[in-house]
């Protein structure tokens, strides 16, 4: 779980890259969010199964993070 966790959030990060330089869009792709919450999920579970609890909350967090993100992005109109 824990290559296919970070697999996801390299992928992620990969798409808004491409965003930014190719199409010279700055806006957060929806794609961002939701590869880099899906990939913390799964850190999350990896480390609880692993028993590094810290390791854990800290991917709680950030899957935290990236719904507050995700409901701004969905919820702010341009």
Not at 20 to 26: C, G, T
Not at 31 to 60: K, T, V, W
Request: charged fraction near 10%.
């Amino acid at each position: 779980m824990l290559y296919f966790g970070f697999l996801f959030i390299f992928a992620g990060w990969i798409v808004q890259i491409y965003q930014v330089i190719s199409r010279k869009d700055k806006s957060v792709n929806l794609l961002l969010p939701i590869f880099y919450g899906a990939g913390s999920l799964l850190l999350f579970a990896d480390s609880f199964i692993g028993g590094n609890a810290i390791a854990g909350l800290l991917n709680a967090l950030c899957v935290i993070l990236v719904m507050i993100l995700f409901a701004v992005v969905f919820t702010t109109k341009k």
